[in-house]
């Protein structure tokens, strides 16, 4: 299989021959934080994947099986496997030690709510002081050349439209904007820290470098189901009957897993911002791509734009969807030179991304299979244990047999993480 730090083709890849894994012993150390979500996982499997790094990624609690199952299954093979630390962002001395020894260091780790009410100490503090703890022990450890730091288009042009947008690495949030909503505010905030910290603290021992995704969706293969994803759950469990004309900017977590990697290393790509975006869609146009694919398979996804006037009925009775209504109609569009141009990243088609992200939750328990649900195209069912009777007895195959908390016991043995596609084409 290609690597997949390099650049993927747009066109379906032949099946993945059997390489030798190679020795990463003597390789640059990284660190990547948080490593339990949904984008480091990918992160993660593109290190190992590459055998050009050694990686230590960060858990809050070692003890957590559900949590750090499937990283243990992310690339088993790999040469040092995997390794685990425990560290908290409110936790300073935790990251003096985790930094130990790394050449590099991917920062992800950031409270990101799901819904559920939290408090503003919750979100913002550990974003904006974790980071800054962070660049703190990479200043200490003299063998940290960069960081890559994992901000958000939200720190640009906020997640929330109220007029057309067309922006790029130069625009700011500005406090105003960013208003009560606390994940932007932590987003803003942390970049902001982060570059502060350069500016003011760092002894320029070490380099930054930021990568800002618009919504990331792709294979879910963590734990839980990532805030980015839920609108195509959404709309195979038929959560609405119509669907807002809202504007979605989004982009392929396997492309955004390559850019941080690239970021650690392109020397053009230090001391900068770079926006990592794929598509901007309208989520009527979304579900129609989905309906098109899982319809035939029993799922009754929504297609029907909801007209303004419902929406407008609605808003007296339901805040979310008073909340929509100044985004109704707005467009979102972001320059996206540098990730072409320094990351050397052409984002996959956007059908490829839609439908993986779907089959990868409903193989992974996340959204309930149908009756008539068919699976992957071009890939073989893994619930009878596919072609490797093995495969069922380990308990990738069945619900029953798979350890609690290996959502990728869906996927075939070859590829136990599910980071490969599970579709047929990618443009
Ligand atoms: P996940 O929620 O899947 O992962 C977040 C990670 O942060 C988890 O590993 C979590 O650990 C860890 N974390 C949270 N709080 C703490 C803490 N106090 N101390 C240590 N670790 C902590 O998120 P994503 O993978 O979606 O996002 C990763 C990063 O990318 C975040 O910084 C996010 O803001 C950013 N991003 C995400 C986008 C998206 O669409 N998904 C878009 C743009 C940016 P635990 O398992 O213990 O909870």
Redesign the pocket.
């Known amino acids: 299989m290609a690597d997949p730090t390099e650049q993927q083709p747009e066109t379906q890849e032949s099946p993945p021959e059997p390489r030798e894994i190679p020795d990463a012993s003597n390789c640059p150390l990284v660190l990547v934080?948080?490593?339990?979500?949904?984008?480091?996982?990918h992160i993660i499997y593109q290190l190992l994947h590459s055998g050009k790094y050694r990686v230590r990624g960060?858990?809050?609690?070692l003890k957590?099986d559900q949590?750090i199952d499937p990283l243990r299954h992310i690339f088993p093979e790999a040469k040092p496997p995997l390794e685990l630390v425990e560290?908290?962002?409110?936790q300073v001395d935790s990251w003096r030690e985790a930094v130990k020894d790394c050449t590099y260091v991917i920062h992800?780790?950031?409270?990101?709510p799901?819904g559920e009410a939290v408090e503003e100490d919750k979100i913002i503090k550990?974003?904006v002081e974790?980071t800054q703890h962070i660049l703190r022990a990479c200043k200490e450890n003299p063998s940290v050349k960069r960081v890559v730091y994992?901000?958000?288009?939200?720190a640009i042009s906020g997640l929330f439209l109220t007029k057309d947008v067309s922006a790029s690495e130069a625009d700011w949030l500005d406090d105003n904007e960013a208003g009560q909503v606390l994940?932007t505010r932590?987003?803003l905030l942390s970049e902001r820290a982060a570059w502060e910290f350069m500016k003011k603290e760092s002894d320029n021992s070490f380099e930054l470098a930021v990568i800002?995704?618009?919504?990331?969706?792709g294979p879910v293969t963590?734990d839980?189901i990532?805030?980015?994803v839920f609108f195509p759950k959404q709309c195979l469990e038929r959560y609405t009957s119509m669907i807002a004309h809202l504007h979605f900017p989004f982009v392929d977590v396997r492309d955004v897993a390559a850019a941080h990697i690239r970021a650690m290393t392109i020397p053009e790509a230090a001391g900068k911002r770079h926006i990592l975006h794929g598509h901007s869609m309208w989520l009527d146009d979304i579900a129609k791509i989905l309906a098109a694919e899982f319809k035939p398979q029993g799922y009754n996804v929504p297609t029907m734009t909801a007209p303004y006037f419902i929406m407008k009925m609605m808003s007296f009775f339901y805040t979310g969807t008073k909340s929509m209504l100044p985004s109704i109609g707005k467009t979102v569009a972001f320059d996206t030179s540098r990730m072409t141009q320094i990351l050397g990243i052409n984002p996959v088609g956007p059908r490829y991304t839609l439908l993986d992200t779907c089959y990868s939750m409903i193989e992974a328990g996340m959204i309930m299979e149908t009756d008539d649900y068919n699976g992957p195209p071009g890939m073989q069912r893994a619930e009878d244990g596919g072609d490797d009777p093995a495969a069922a007895e380990e308990g990738l195959a069945g619900e029953e047999g798979a350890p609690p908390g290996v959502v990728n016991k869906g996927f075939k043995k070859d590829d136990p993480a599910g980071l490969k596609s599970v579709t047929t084409e990618k443009a």
């Open positions: 934080t948080g490593a339990t979500g949904f984008i480091a996982n960060t858990v809050r609690n957590d949590r560290a908290d962002l409110m992800l780790a950031s409270p990101v799901t550990p974003a974790g994992t901000s958000s288009i939200a994940y932590s987003k800002n995704p618009s919504m990331v969706m963590c839980h990532p805030a980015s």
